[in-house]
């Protein structure tokens, strides 16, 4: 599936796509070299040809991982209780990177999962101004599933921040 990764291509252009993926794997495989991708790929194919003796894994900012990575989180751990604690904040993403947590194999359903609603790290003040500025934008709940901003809070008070444009680097 491609959807949300842009113009679609027809199937001539596929092709050629392809044909440009194609040399490129070759030239890396030539001169030995790899993706961090296949990094993640082989550790999960190794962890899957053995046993891990892990029995817990904790992994923050999940926001930015790719599905692979979220597959390798399950292949190091069997399920079962507190087998994964993962952190992320899909507001807070810097990457494109969309994966769901449960196609990947780590279930959220029920009370294996809790929305964090509670700012520590800034001002309500501050907090109000940057949640207007994404007001109309649409989050994903890193689960196949729509987040927003309701409910949530900071504990400490401040002053309105300052937003002041500049000219120029030097006036920065």
Known sequence: RRSGRGQRLSRAQRKQVWEVFVEYRRALDSTAHCEFA????????ALGRGSCDYVSVVADEVQDFRAADLRLLRALVPEGPNDIFVVGDP??????HKASLSSCGI?????RSRKLRVNYRTTQQIRNWAVARLMGMEFDDLDEGNDNLAGERSLRLG???????LATLADE
Do not use: F, N, T, W
């Open 159 to 165: 002053s309105l921040p300052k937003v002041q444009m």
């Open 107 to 111: 279930s959220v359903l029920g009370r």
């Open 91 to 96: 507001h807070q993403r810097i990457y494109g």
């Open 38 to 45: 296949d990094i993640v790929r082989e550790a999960r194919l």
